[in-house]
């Protein structure tokens, strides 16, 4: 499985950025599609995910209410919309797949995209 990230950028804290995730390679007929994030000196951290046959939805309390995960059901892509950026939110973001289970346990996670940057200014 391939996992492409886009839509990384540089953004002045308050503004909105959508990050897009498209996969290839192997189906599966559950899995759960997830963001995580690295912060420049942290760990990485979970940040949302869905579960592409239910379109269950999870969040980090940090982004609830700011960010949206949501799916593409034609193709097997997954965007995250990010509004109301804070200079908290720079960082790595990384997609990922794993068969359906907890979606906030990175272990669970097979296949990983490279990640991509995402800069918030003051």
């Known amino acids: 499985v391939q996992l492409q990230a886009s839509g990384g950028g540089l953004v002045q804290a308050g503004g909105s950025l959508r990050l897009s995730c498209a996969a290839s390679g192997r189906t599966f007929s559950d899995y759960i599609m997830g963001w995580f994030r690295q912060s420049p000196g942290k760990e990485r951290e979970f940040v949302a995910a869905i579960s592409w046959s239910t379109g269950t939805t999870t969040y980090a309390a940090s982004v609830k209410g700011r960010f949206t995960i949501s799916r593409d059901n034609g193709e097997i892509t997954v965007y995250l919309q990010m509004n109301s950026l804070g200079l908290e939110d720079t960082g790595i973001y990384y997609c990922?797949?794993?068969?359906?289970?907890?979606?906030?346990?990175?272990?669970?996670?097979?296949?990983w995209g490279q990640g991509t940057l995402v800069t918030v200014s003051s």
């Open positions: 990922a797949i794993a068969p359906e289970g907890v979606p906030t346990i990175q272990a669970l996670y097979s296949y």
